[in-house]
């Protein structure tokens, strides 16, 4: 008996014997495309723990002890005048007002008034919002560069004295917390030798790199602290490909070593050098906020910090949101790149 044919129905050899029909799903736009539906549904996990993260943020903002009122009058001000400013402040009003308030502006790309400031966190945060950019962006351009030159020495040297002097140095370095090292960085450089500043200051509408001097100790902490742990990936990484199947038999062809390593080791051993570069990018944020207290730096960490001594709401809110957000971001981009670099993962998604 034929079996009728049907655009959206296939068979089998047995069941075509049988007449029977087996219906197959339409092949949606998203399978089409994998990598794009990847994307989306990593956005979208992104999206929904960034809602997470504001939810945490205002409740965390809620239950500090003080508040704003209290901050900004002092001591010495009475009742009444500290429940005029928490009315004109609109703090008087139920939570879940305020955070739907808050939420929806940024959404719109309103991120509040500052409460102590009296200003539109946007005007508080710009500045300082550029000036952690500078110091992360420019220490993220030394890291990375040493780190690949350093760990593929060190890979290729492996068991050495040029890796055991690097693996052993950063090593040791990986110990020492960051305000230790940009401590004993002040203590050589600014105080005894007085080749730099002491602190990273900075005047309002300016930018760091008109004075790139109050850079050189904020960034050297930073490259210190952050540069063994992405060092040591990159040779970890190298070692392990270097001692692969293919890497043999490229030698083996008479493939100059030089070229092996360019060409074969390195490409296959970059998917675990980004996830590196990803999580030093994401510890640069956390990290500047030791770093911009320690050298009076002025960006998003000392704000931060003065923030919470004000009890000034929707500026913490802002800066943990405008951090999470990055971290987010960094983590998708991350991902697409691995994939981008591993062809099997393109056809698993």
Known sequence: MATPSHPELSTTEEQAE????????????????????????RCLAGLALAVLVSLLAFAATNILPGDVASAALGRTATPEAKADLRAELGLDRPLYEQYWDWISGVAQGDLGTSLAARRPVS???????????????????????????????????????????????????????????????????????????????????????????????????????????MLRMVRASMVEVMGSDYVEMARLNGVPEGRVVTRFALRNALAPTVQAIALTLQWLVGGVVIIEVLFAYPGIGEALVQSVTARDGPLIQSVALIIALFYILVNVVADVIIVLLIPKLRTAQ
């Open 123 to 229: 005007e508080v945060l710009g500045d300082r919002f550029r000036n952690t950019a500078i110091l992360a962006l420019v220490s993220i351009v030394v890291i990375v560069p040493l780190a690949f030159v350093l760990g593929v020495l060190a890979a290729i040297k492996a068991q050495r004295w040029p890796d055991l002097t690097i693996s052993g140095t950063t090593l040791a370095i990986i110990a020492i917390p960051e305000f230790v090292i940009g401590t004993v960085l002040v203590l050589i450089f600014a105080v005894n030798r007085g080749w730099f500043p002491s602190v990273s200051l900075v005047a309002p509408g300016e930018s760091p790199l008109a004075t790139p001097e109050v850079l050189v100790l904020p960034v050297a902490t930073l490259l210190l602290a952050g540069l063994a742990y």
């Open 18 to 41: 049988a007449g029977v029909l087996v219906p197959v799903a339409r092949s949606s736009r998203f399978r089409k495309h994998p990598l794009l539906w990847f994307v989306v549904r």
